[in-house]
């Protein structure tokens, strides 16, 4: 069986517990149930096969992930087997009634505060997740090094984020608006995004890839940026939504000889996967 059906059957299966219970979970219902139907899904095979391939069988590794949002990753990593799985976020979108409901005695959602330090001891983690959390961090040099404090020697962190020359940007929908500085983008916004141009200055700090390996560099042994890798194995097939543009993508990185050429181009307009190592010694 494909690994998006296996994880579709977990999912089924969460949804399954949560409605022979009487506890009224709406909001993570409402959440796996728009991952389901909109093959949101394909978003965290891909931090689940990372995770997968670095922890292999060892399924008692210690996962943070850093901004966690409703906290899907967890319940998937929790689902799959892997017991000491942790979330943070400064906001409260996990409902961490469904850990102890699931028995998940090992696995935790703690409610943080921006810039301030994480409730967990130096060294605690092996691998910390970060999705889709980076752009929205105002002040990412303290996000690195409190991931860089919490991570065991010889771990690793996965994160994922938009870049700034990502041509589109999909929170306010509009094409190269991070070309332009803070001022101009503003203008931009009022006249072209959905939400005012001040909401998006204060919400929006997307940052050049060679920014974040930069600061990334002061706090780790080795940052990689390893887009390309996620972009080249997702199963663009496996998508709901405009499969036939991701059917024809995926045939031109598939190709001999050209593939990394696409692959290239492809990687510049899709968020970034950036691997950090800290050393062993
Ligand atoms: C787009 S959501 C992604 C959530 C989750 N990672 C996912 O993939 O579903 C971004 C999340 O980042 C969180 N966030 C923003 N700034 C943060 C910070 N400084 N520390 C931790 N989380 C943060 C937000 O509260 C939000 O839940």
Not at 22 to 29: G, L, R, S, Y
Not at 206 to 227: P, Q
Request: glycine fraction near 6%; charged fraction near 25%.
């Amino acid at each position: 069986m494909s690994k998006i059906k296996v994880v579709d059957s977990l999912i089924k299966d969460l949804l399954k517990k949560i409605d022979d219970d009487t506890i009224d979970w709406v909001d993570e219902k409402q959440n796996l149930q728009s991952i389901m139907e909109n093959g949101g899904l394909v978003d965290r095979m891909w931090p689940v096969k990372l995770i997968e391939d670095y922890c292999e069988e060892n399924s008692a590794a210690k996962i943070l992930d850093y901004g966690c949002g409703s906290g899907i990753l967890n319940l998937l990593l929790l689902l799959k087997g892997y017991s000491n799985v942790h979330g943070v976020d400064v906001v409260e979108k996990f409902d961490s009634k469904i850990l102890e409901h699931m028995q998940f005695d090992n696995a935790s959602f703690k409610l943080i505060g921006e810039d301030e330090r994480l409730p967990f001891d130096d060294a605690t983690f092996d691998v910390i997740t970060s999705s889709l959390v980076l752009e929205h961090v105002e002040n990412v040099d303290f996000y690195y090094s409190e991931a860089s404090r919490l991570l065991k020697p010889g771990g690793v962190c996965f994160f994922n984020f938009p870049h700034r020359l990502k041509p589109y940007d999909s929170h306010s929908r509009c094409w190269f608006i991070h070309y332009f500085p803070k001022s101009i983008r503003k203008l931009l916004w009022d006249i072209f995004a959905r939400q005012d141009g001040d909401y998006l200055n204060n919400y929006l700090f997307l940052k050049t890839v060679s920014y974040h390996k930069r600061i990334a560099m002061k706090y780790f042994s080795h940052a990689e940026n390893r887009t390309g890798n996620r972009i080249k194995e997702i199963n663009f097939v496996n998508y709901k939504g405009s499969s036939k543009i991701r059917l024809i993508a995926s045939k031109l990185m598939g190709l001999k000889y050209v593939g990394n050429i696409f692959i290239k181009i492809f990687s510049l307009n899709a968020s970034v996967d950036l691997y950090l190592e800290k050393s062993s010694y």
